[in-house]
């Protein structure tokens, strides 16, 4: 198999999420004008000139108000939505090898430094989920048991590169946000895919290493990952974006343009690193 990485101009993920928040926000006060134009056109028949004025400018106000403070708290709370169906947080004396790595890596990316959480699995997998200014990293014990230092810093940078693109936040929104919003966002399958672009568990992996300087270590974590398996037990499907290694794929309903684009094969991603 060629490990040529397809070349692409990428996308700018900050501004990929705040052109999704403007839809959203567009697509509600949209709808919110169209129902108060019915409003006001009902009320002018039936109780005549200034009370439907009046009328139209309460559901006007209210729903632009409402939609407005919805996407608000759908964006806000997306990380949190996340996570709470993923394991239990844990400090840093639970996970110190962990939790340091994190650090670092937190310093030399310049972003905050993540909470934890743990899922008791076998797995050796790992995602992380990014809010404002905020992420949380979900790991599975399997992927703990018996990682030093060097792997655990290939992992916190392959986690962290994530956050610092923007591919984190993006997924996250996809997967935290209620179903009309997503729609509303436009942060569908597809248009998800699109913002992540091609093969974007490879060019995680090579943001990584530019990171640590140190391919064989990320090389290390991989292999070992796909002697123990990656998929964890009950996986919300929703989540398939957010994992560096496949945890959750097209046949348990994951959209196809999703699959292609973040569960490239391990032996593949194994043969890349080997390259650089």
């Not at 403007?22 to 009902?42: I, K, N």
């Not at 916190?156 to 729609?183: H, I, K, M, N, Q």
């Not at 290493?209 to 990656?230: D, F, H, K, N, W």
Request: charged content about 20%; hydrophobic content about 50%.
């Amino acid at each position: 198999m060629s490990t040529a990485v397809t070349t692409r101009v990428e996308p700018d993920l900050d501004e990929a999420v705040e052109g999704a928040k403007r839809r959203a926000l567009a697509v509600g006060l949209t709808a919110t004008a169209v129902v108060g134009v019915l409003v006001a056109v009902l009320l002018l028949v039936t109780v005549g000139a200034v009370l439907a004025a009046i009328g139209t400018v309460v559901v006007l106000l209210a729903g632009a108000v409402g939609w407005s403070l919805w996407v608000g708290s759908g964006f806000a709370n997306a990380e949190s939505e996340v996570c709470s169906r993923l394991g239990v947080e844990v400090g840093p004396d639970e996970l110190p090898t962990l939790h340091n790595a994190l650090e670092g890596v937190a310093i030399l990316t310049g972003v905050q430094v993540p909470r934890v959480r743990l899922i008791d699995d076998d797995a050796a997998n790992a995602m992380v989920a990014c809010g404002e200014g905020t992420s949380t990293v979900v790991v599975t014990s399997g992927l703990l048991r018996g990682a030093g230092a060097v792997e655990a810093e290939a992992l916190a940078a392959s986690l962290l590169c994530r956050v610092r693109d923007g591919s984190a936040r993006c997924a996250t929104l996809a997967a935290g946000l209620p179903g009309p919003l997503v729609a509303a966002a436009g942060l569908g399958p597809e248009e998800l895919a699109t913002s992540l672009g091609e093969q974007r568990a490879v060019r995680a992996d090579a943001e990584a290493v530019s990171v640590t300087r140190y391919p064989p270590g990320l090389i290390a974590a991989l292999e070992r990952m796909s002697r123990q398996g990656t998929r964890p037990t009950d996986v919300p499907v929703s989540t398939a974006a957010l994992w560096i290694a496949p945890a959750v794929g097209a046949p348990e309903g994951v959209d196809e343009s999703i699959d292609r684009t973040v569960n490239q094969p391990i032996e593949y991603r194994v043969a890349v690193l080997s390259e650089l």
